[in-house]
């Protein structure tokens, strides 16, 4: 390398480093540098004095413009600095506490307002480094009237109902953010924007406000110092204080303050892309003993433009038929509550019993929280069955009740949290003669990563039901519990774990106890493995019993896209009866649990 290469880079190197130190508070530091030859090689050699770290200066916040926020407001404000007084006068809390001020202004209701800049001042007599920021707060806005723009065919009054302010409130934006989230939410639009505009401003135009970089002059780097002291001479910078949230500021500034109940109406503008309403989806699967199975569903997301779902599925299986009929009407009476209704008919023909049945219910369901939800039913069902060549025609009407908490990152493919589900239903049947039950289950699955991006997962699940109130023949069959098969306890045919009548078919019983476990491994983006091992029986006593327990075992493959894995599944009983086939197989959609 040349002398005067190395010269010229050392040049850039004293230029960097001297940013790195001020950036770290060392604004009084000296470096030197030179390039001298060392057996007949340029050397070069840099000298660095950091000397002491300066410290932050009370930071000041200067508004411009006619009004000036309330002293509550601005006392919020400083809170959210990360500019402190005395403390080491580094440049990212200059930066960030700009941002910072950006968010707070529209959250403390000022959706207009703009961070237009920053003054810093270096002061090397008392090592000190002074802020200021020029704000534009512009007037304190309220929640005025709502414009809804883009919408086809969704009732804006229902769009209404989901706001979470009330008319003239103090604006908030995390307000308008909720909003937002709660019309995304919908799955009635593709895309979905809420925005905040003054009252006289046109619509389509460009709104005054902060931008997502947090400000007017936000920027990135270190502080541009000037002061007392440095290579110039030159006396330190000062920054007008007037309408700063000083005193002295106050005085100086001759601004008019508005009263905290003086706003202006800010007009909310909702801009929305309305989704595809209506849908049509298919789905397959197949299994050992229960052969191929078909579903078809038609779906319409805003049947009477309020949110409200109607959807109607069609599914065939060569042991099972069924036509079903579904309404949710959404935020029902309240918010996150939904009236639900349906209407099914369902053929069935298993070893176990023969079903025609046709159900009506309506109930409500109620989110109560992210994670806690409840819903309860009246349901009436019609049923004719046959069972070990007896013929029973009977009317049920059940109130269902559950409460569930999911605590999982995803639907159909959690990798971490659990989830529990409590249900209890009582029955009353009539037919040949008035009878009386209650149904109750617990079903509860968790889910453990085994290393940070979740290539590992083990994954465990448990269901405990009870019948009560009758005996097992007087419940009807449909109704009693049944073990066996995917989705229950893989390696054995669908519903044939538990007890058998004379011609070894099964009967279902009044109680039921399963436990799995799996181990599942993704080693690519698109496929994984899955060894998993399932237990439990059926019981004709009221409660488990935990005897006689009926275990299977077997490998599955996953292959994960963008809705779900699909998945198949090989398994064989552990310890299986002289009627049980030595291996079953199950493809579906979705994990197993």
Do not use: C
């Not at 940013?19 to 508070?25: A, I, M, P, T």
């Not at 005054?208 to 440095?230: F, H, I, K, L, M």
Request: glycine share 12%; no cysteine; aromatic share 8%.
């Amino acid at each position: 390398m040349s002398f005067a290469t190395l010269q010229s880079r050392l040049r850039d190197d004293l230029n960097a480093l001297s940013s790195v130190l001020r950036s770290q508070g060392y604004y009084g530091a000296r470096l030197t540098g030179r390039v001298r030859r060392q057996e007949r090689r340029p050397v070069a050699e840099i000298v660095v004095a950091p000397g002491p770290r300066y410290a932050y200066a009370d930071p000041v916040l200067a508004f411009e413009g006619d009004t000036r926020p309330p002293d509550e407001v601005v006392a919020a404000l400083r809170q959210r600095l990360t500019v402190k007084a005395d403390a080491p006068a580094l440049a990212k809390p200059v930066i960030d506490s700009q941002g910072r001020l950006a968010r707070a202004l529209p959250e403390l209701g000022y959706p207009f307002a703009e961070v237009a800049g920053r003054d810093v001042v270096v002061d090397h007599a008392v090592r000190t480094l002074a802020v200021t920021y020029r704000i534009a707060s512009g007037p304190r806005a309220a929640f005025g009237a709502t414009r809804f723009d883009g919408l086809t065919s969704i009732d804006p009054a229902y769009l209404d109902r989901l706001k979470p302010w009330q008319p003239g409130a103090v604006y908030d934006q995390d307000q308008a953010d909720l909003y937002q989230r709660r019309l995304s939410r919908t799955g009635l639009f593709d895309l979905i924007e809420v925005n905040a505009r003054r009252p006289d401003t046109p619509a389509g135009a460009d709104q005054d406000g902060p931008d997502d970089g947090g400000g007017g002059a936000a920027g990135s780097g270190s502080p541009v110092a000037t002061g007392r002291g440095d290579s110039t001479g030159a006396a330190p910078t000062k920054t007008p204080d007037a309408g700063t949230d000083t005193a002295a500021g106050q005085a100086a500034g001759q601004r008019v303050a508005r009263a905290a109940g003086d706003r202006v109406p800010a007009t909310m503008v909702v801009t929305a892309t309305e989704a595809q309403h209506r849908t049509i989806s298919t789905g397959a699967g197949y299994a050992t003993t229960t052969g191929f199975e078909a579903d078809v569903t038609w779906e319409h997301r805003n049947w009477l433009g309020a949110g409200e779902r109607l959807r109607l599925t069609g599914r065939g299986a060569q042991i099972s038929q069924a036509l079903t009929a579904e309404f949710t009407k959404p935020h029902f009476r309240r918010l996150n509550q939904s009236l639900l209704a349906n209407l099914g008919f369902k053929r069935q023909d298993t070893d176990a019993f023969t079903e025609r049945t046709a159900t009506v219910g309506v109930g409500l369901d109620r989110q109560l929280t992210r994670r806690w939800s409840i819903g309860a039913s009246a349901d009436l069902t019609y049923s004719d069955i046959t069972q070990s060549g007896v013929r029973d025609q009977f009317g049920l009407a059940a109130l269902p009740i559950n409460a569930r908490y999911d605590g999982t990152d995803s639907l159909l493919n959690p990798v971490d949290g659990y989830r529990v589900t409590v249900r209890t239903a009582p029955n009353l049947g009539v037919g040949g003669s008035t009878f009386f039950f209650e149904r109750n289950e617990i079903l509860a699955s968790a889910y453990w990563p085994l290393d940070a991006a979740a290539h590992w997962v083990v994954a465990a699940r448990t269901r405990l039901g009870s019948l009560v109130g009758a005996d097992t023949d007087t419940i009807p069959a449909n109704r009693r519990f049944f073990a066996g098969g995917g989705g229950s306890i893989r390696g054995f045919g669908f519903q044939d774990v538990g007890p058998k009548d004379a011609e070894g078919d099964p009967v279902g019983g009044r109680s039921v106890a399963e436990a799995g476990l799996e181990l599942r491994w993704r080693f690519a983006e698109t496929f994984g493995l899955v060894p998993f091992v399932e237990a439990g029986n059926v019981y004709d006593d009221t409660l488990p019993g935990f005897g006689s327990v009926k275990a299977g075992a077997g490998l599955g493959v996953r292959y994960y896209t963008s809705f779900g894995p699909i998945r198949f599944d090989v398994a064989t009983p552990i310890n299986p009866g002289p009627d049980d086939r030595r291996v079953q197989f199950y493809i579906s959609i979705g994990q197993s649990f």
